[in-house]
């Protein structure tokens, strides 16, 4: 493979020359905060006619092995593609996007067989199917390991019922990878099982989750009796959570510094905000302007330097991946809160239907978001905390007995460890 | 600081560090061993020798950077010092040979620079107000006398100040802010040393009574403005710098402590209260380090930004640094509360170090007015 390794240069002139001749130029974006948008069907739809272009030209899955409609390239590569990119319009799967092309497809390339690697990831690179993750639940979010929904293997199929909550993109997903446990006999980590749901599967409920800001891009499930066959097992039944490891590396991009340059822009939404309620010169809203400012701007430095980190093969320290995750956690609320510091009852009410105006409170309300999906503040903390920097353990109360007993005892908990 | 550190980096970097713990162990610190001036005048020739003095100043002009990024090099070497809690007014010193070796006169590279290069005299960046703040327009007042002026006026808490340090003066002429180069033991300017927060250095406030400067003592240009910004660059990049150092060390000495002190039945560190405060702050000081190499990076490169990245460092720095002594003195506890534990000597300098050359909010105004940002720009 390393014969075909184009060098990062030439690719670079390759990429470009092909985006210039087949993309059309972006529209001018105003900065926007967290947003989880609405995804309509004909947004999709053409995001999968420009996904398959990327395919047929070789610059989708750049980093994925040939053999499975890839271009086996480096993520390096892929970072050069995306540099190149930016400015044009590229296909744009919402949420479901990113869990696609990261985590899902990672993990199948990983620990799927031959058989589903070959069903799927030509698939998935090419904009056919987009995925999403059956992951959190109502009773299990940060503590995933403690999921209840029920596979039972019944002949050559597992029948799964449980409840799935915050699955990205669900509504628009045309297959989920859905955590279960096949075993409640053993301590929880080892009773794990991950299956490929079609989410059009009888039995399978997908319905949208309003949320604080009035979008609905996630999503609850609820399986009744969902039959999906063996061959659907990705990795080994009952060794879920080594898989697992592998979708929370992928996940835990965030944070990191993408194909996006340093903001040296002093935040331009911040400084309109003044300007519009004529807060311009005054003390008070001119260090919000540069508090919010500076926030983006050591993030990003933040995220170089982990970025490079991670990438370093002689100190491997995948944990500090956490770091990037919890300054965002951090960040982004007292980001947004800025917003609402300068604009005052202006950041607060806004004439009816006026979309810009009310920016700064949707930032507010999603400028949270962060600080508790994809591992919360404290499982970042946890993580930095025993990982990183070597501190001890809490006691644990269900690392060693039998799940089932777990749920039973937690019910009447006196304090007592053991 | 910097986990890519080239070969030349690193021997700089040990070397500095072999240096700070054979000459100024904390049991010197101590002893207050930088107060006499025989000891004082012996470290920083020795310093000299090192090169802490020239990583500013082009080859040509007897200085040399390792990288080819000599503030990037200085910088390192100020985080080893601040780990180390050394002494010697680095940041003043280099401020002052770095505005001689870009704007200065023959007489003064002769002079001055070569005195400060060796290690041979203190020099100092007099800019500071009342408040601590870099009075970029000028601290004290220069009025024309004959050829050159008359100064008069006071900087307080003056880094490494006596009548042996070269002095570069912030002064406000009738035509705009001046760099003015005072040699030691000029008439009319006076040393009265002052105790402070920071026990690891030592402190003057100079006062100017119509001292009179030659017209041969301007660096730069009369009414440079932006001379004056690239001077701050240097100096809060620097500060920042050994600030961040000495972050690193005092959370390195309170996790081990969090891992060995043990409370009900446990290292306390297992504890979520304590666990989560140390990682936040860990994360902080990540940050810190990002934003601090960012920030000397874009100033040895002369980047148009350099100014911008260095108050934007120095703003988050100094929260971070001041939250984060807070922090590691209540995982401390009681024993942060004695003398003889080494954790105030850490809160002392990082506290120091967030304050001098504009504290977090002078910074975040400078951004804004960097950025032209308000009817006043």
Same mark, same amino acid.
């Given at each position: 493979?390393?014969?075909?390794?184009?060098?990062?240069?030439?690719?670079?002139?390759?990429?470009?020359?092909?985006?210039?001749?087949?993309?059309?130029?972006?529209? =001018?974006?105003?900065?926007?905060?967290?947003?989880?948008?609405?995804?309509?069907?004909? %947004?999709?739809?053409?995001?999968?006619?420009?996904?398959?272009?990327?395919?047929?030209?070789?610059?989708?899955?750049?980093?994925?092995?040939?053999?499975?409609?890839?271009?086996?390239?480096?993520?390096?590569?892929?970072?050069?593609?995306?540099?190149?990119?930016?400015?044009?319009?590229?296909?744009?799967?919402?949420?479901?996007?990113?869990?696609?092309?990261?985590?899902?497809?990672?993990?199948?390339?990983?620990?799927?067989?031959?058989?589903?690697?070959?069903?799927?990831?030509?698939?998935?690179?090419?904009?056919?199917?987009?995925?999403?993750?059956?992951?959190?639940?109502? %009773?299990?979010?940060?503590?995933?390991?403690?999921?209840?929904?029920?596979?039972?293997?019944?002949?050559?199929?597992?029948?799964?019922?449980?409840?799935?909550?915050?699955?990205?993109?669900?509504?628009?997903?045309?297959?989920?990878?859905?955590?279960?446990?096949?075993?409640?006999?053993?301590?929880?980590?080892?009773?794990?099982?991950?299956?490929?749901?079609?989410?059009?599967?009888?039995?399978?409920?997908?319905?949208?989750?309003?949320?604080?800001?009035?979008?609905?891009?996630?999503? %609850?499930?609820?399986?009744?009796?969902?039959?999906?066959?063996?061959?659907?097992?990705?990795?080994?039944?009952?060794?879920?959570?080594?898989?697992?490891?592998?979708?929370?590396?992928?996940?835990?991009?965030?944070?990191?510094?993408?194909?996006?340059?340093? =903001?040296?822009?002093?935040?331009?939404?911040?400084?309109?905000?003044?300007?519009?309620?004529?807060?311009?010169?005054?003390?008070?809203?001119?260090?919000?302007?540069?508090?919010?400012?500076?926030?983006?701007?050591?993030?990003?430095?933040?995220?170089?330097?982990?970025?490079?980190?991670?990438?370093?093969?002689?100190?491997?320290?995948?944990?500090?991946?956490?770091?990037?995750?919890?300054?965002?956690?951090?960040?982004?609320?007292?980001?947004?809160?800025?917003?609402?510091?300068?604009?005052?009852?202006?950041?607060?009410?806004?004439?009816?239907?006026?979309?810009?105006?009310?920016? =700064?409170?949707?930032?507010?309300?999603?400028?949270?978001?962060?600080?508790?999906?994809?591992?919360?503040?404290?499982?970042?903390?946890?993580?930095?905390?025993?990982?990183?920097?070597?501190?001890?353990?809490? =006691?644990?109360?269900?690392?060693?007995?039998?799940?089932?007993?777990?749920?039973?005892?937690?019910?009447?908990?006196?304090?007592?460890?053991? | 600081?910097?986990?890519?550190?080239?070969?030349?980096?690193?021997?700089?970097?040990?070397?500095?560090?072999?240096?700070?713990?054979?000459?100024?162990?904390?049991?010197?610190?101590?002893?207050?061993?930088?107060?006499?001036?025989?000891?004082?005048?012996?470290?920083? $020739?020795?310093?000299?020798?090192?090169?802490?003095?020239?990583?500013?100043?082009?080859?040509?002009?007897?200085?040399?950077?390792?990288?080819?990024?000599?503030?990037?090099?200085?910088?390192?070497?100020?985080?080893? $010092?601040?780990?180390?809690?050394?002494?010697?007014?680095?940041?003043?010193?280099?401020?002052?040979?770095?505005?001689?070796?870009?704007?200065?006169?023959?007489?003064?590279?002769?002079?001055?620079?070569?005195?400060?290069?060796?290690?041979?005299?203190?020099?100092?960046?007099?800019?500071?107000?009342?408040?601590?703040?870099?009075?970029?327009?000028?601290?004290?007042?220069?009025?024309?006398?004959?050829?050159?002026?008359?100064?008069?006026?006071?900087?307080?808490?003056?880094?490494?100040?006596?009548?042996?340090?070269?002095?570069?003066?912030?002064?406000?002429?009738?035509?705009?802010?001046?760099?003015?180069?005072?040699?030691?033991?000029?008439?009319?300017?006076?040393?009265?040393?002052?105790?402070?927060?920071?026990?690891?250095?030592?402190?003057?406030?100079?006062?100017?009574?119509?001292?009179?400067?030659?017209?041969?003592?301007?660096?730069?240009?009369?009414?440079? $403005?932006?001379?004056?910004?690239?001077?701050?660059?240097?100096?809060?990049?620097?500060?920042?710098?050994?600030?961040?150092?000495?972050?690193?060390?005092?959370?390195?000495?309170?996790?081990?402590?969090?891992?060995?002190?043990?409370?009900?039945?446990?290292?306390?560190?297992?504890?979520?209260?304590?666990?989560?405060?140390?990682?936040?702050?860990?994360?902080?000081?990540?940050?810190?380090?990002?934003?601090?190499?960012?920030?000397?990076?874009?100033?040895?490169?002369?980047?148009?930004?350099?100014?911008?990245?260095?108050?934007?460092?120095?703003?988050?720095?100094?929260?971070?640094?001041?939250?984060?002594?807070?922090?590691?003195?209540?995982?401390?506890?009681?024993?942060?509360?004695?003398?003889?534990?080494?954790?105030?000597?850490?809160? $002392?300098?990082?506290?120091?170090?967030?304050?001098?050359?504009?504290?977090?909010?002078?910074?975040?105004?400078?951004?804004?007015?960097?950025?032209?940002?308000?009817?006043?720009?």
């Amino acid at each position: 493979m390393a014969d075909d390794m184009v060098s990062l240069d030439d690719f670079r002139a390759e990429a470009r020359a092909w985006i210039e001749a087949n993309l059309e130029a972006a529209p =001018p974006a105003a900065r926007k905060g967290a947003r989880t948008e609405n995804v309509s069907p004909e %947004e999709i739809a053409a995001s999968r006619v420009l996904q398959r272009k990327l395919f047929d030209a070789g610059f989708a899955g750049i980093s994925y092995p040939k053999e499975y409609g890839g271009r086996g390239l480096s993520p390096a590569h892929e970072n050069v593609f995306a540099q190149e990119a930016l400015g044009y319009v590229t296909p744009d799967f919402g949420g479901a996007g990113a869990v696609t092309f990261g985590p899902i497809g990672r993990s199948i390339l990983e620990h799927g067989t031959e058989e589903l690697k070959a069903e799927h990831l030509p698939k998935i690179l090419s904009g056919e199917e987009i995925w999403c993750q059956f992951y959190s639940e109502p %009773e299990a979010g940060s503590d995933l390991a403690g999921i209840r929904t029920s596979a039972v293997l019944d002949g050559d199929n597992y029948v799964l019922n449980g409840s799935k909550i915050w699955s990205t993109g669900a509504y628009y997903a045309d297959w989920a990878m859905c955590l279960a446990r096949t075993d409640w006999d053993v301590p929880k980590h080892r009773g794990l099982t991950w299956f490929v749901v079609p989410t059009n599967a009888p039995g399978v409920t997908v319905n949208r989750i309003e949320q604080i800001d009035g979008a609905a891009g996630f999503c %609850e499930e609820f399986l009744d009796d969902v039959s999906i066959p063996t061959s659907y097992v990705l990795g080994e039944v009952g060794q879920g959570w080594s898989v697992t490891q592998t979708m929370l590396i992928y996940e835990r991009g965030a944070g990191m510094s993408g194909s996006a340059g340093e =903001p040296r822009r002093v935040a331009p939404d911040m400084v309109a905000l003044a300007a519009k309620v004529g807060r311009l010169d005054d003390p008070i809203a001119r260090q919000c302007i540069a508090r919010a400012h500076i926030l983006d701007w050591a993030q990003f430095h933040l995220g170089r330097r982990i970025g490079a980190r991670l990438r370093s093969p002689d100190r491997p320290a995948p944990s500090i991946a956490a770091y990037g995750k919890l300054a965002m956690g951090t960040f982004h609320p007292i980001r947004a809160q800025q917003g609402v510091l300068i604009g005052g009852s202006r950041a607060l009410s806004w004439a009816p239907g006026d979309e810009d105006a009310r920016e =700064p409170s949707i930032n507010y309300l999603n400028g949270r978001m962060v600080s508790i999906a994809a591992g919360t503040n404290e499982m970042q903390r946890n993580g930095i905390g025993e990982r990183v920097l070597g501190l001890p353990r809490e =006691p644990s109360f269900d690392q060693n007995k039998p799940f089932a007993e777990v749920v039973r005892d937690a019910r009447n908990w006196s304090g007592k460890v053991g | 600081m910097d986990d890519d550190l080239s070969a030349d980096q690193q021997v700089l970097v040990d070397a500095a560090t072999r240096f700070a713990e054979d000459t100024f162990p904390v049991t010197k610190l101590r002893e207050r061993a930088f107060d006499d001036a025989a000891f004082a005048a012996a470290y920083r $020739r020795q310093a000299g020798e090192l090169g802490w003095f020239s990583l500013v100043v082009p080859e040509e002009q007897g200085g040399g950077s390792v990288s080819g990024n000599g503030v990037l090099d200085a910088a390192l070497v100020a985080y080893t $010092r601040g780990r180390l809690l050394q002494p010697v007014g680095f940041v003043g010193a280099n401020v002052v040979a770095y505005a001689i070796a870009t704007a200065g006169t023959d007489a003064q590279r002769a002079g001055a620079l070569t005195a400060l290069i060796a290690g041979d005299a203190p020099g100092a960046w007099v800019v500071g107000d009342l408040s601590g703040a870099p009075a970029l327009d000028g601290v004290v007042d220069a009025t024309p006398n004959g050829d050159g002026w008359s100064l008069s006026g006071s900087a307080v808490m003056v880094d490494d100040a006596d009548d042996t340090a070269w002095l570069l003066v912030a002064a406000a002429t009738p035509d705009g802010p001046a760099q003015l180069l005072v040699a030691p033991g000029a008439a009319g300017v006076s040393f009265a040393p002052v105790d402070g927060l920071d026990l690891s250095r030592r402190y003057a406030d100079v006062s100017f009574t119509g001292a009179a400067v030659p017209a041969s003592a301007l660096v730069g240009e009369i009414g440079d $403005r932006t001379f004056a910004e690239r001077l701050l660059t240097l100096a809060s990049t620097l500060t920042v710098a050994e600030c961040v150092g000495a972050m690193h060390q005092e959370l390195d000495m309170t996790v081990d402590y969090a891992k060995q002190r043990i409370a009900f039945g446990r290292p306390i560190g297992s504890f979520q209260a304590i666990k989560h405060l140390l990682a936040d702050t860990s994360t902080m000081l990540e940050v810190s380090k990002a934003v601090a190499l960012a920030a000397a990076g874009q100033a040895g490169d002369d980047d148009a930004h350099a100014a911008q990245a260095a108050s934007q460092a120095k703003a988050f720095v100094a929260d971070a640094a001041m939250d984060q002594a807070q922090a590691c003195f209540q995982v401390f506890g009681g024993i942060s509360f004695t003398w003889e534990h080494d954790q105030h000597l850490f809160f $002392r300098r990082i506290t120091t170090g967030a304050e001098q050359f504009g504290d977090a909010s002078w910074h975040r105004e400078h951004v804004c007015v960097l950025a032209g940002i308000g009817s006043g720009n």
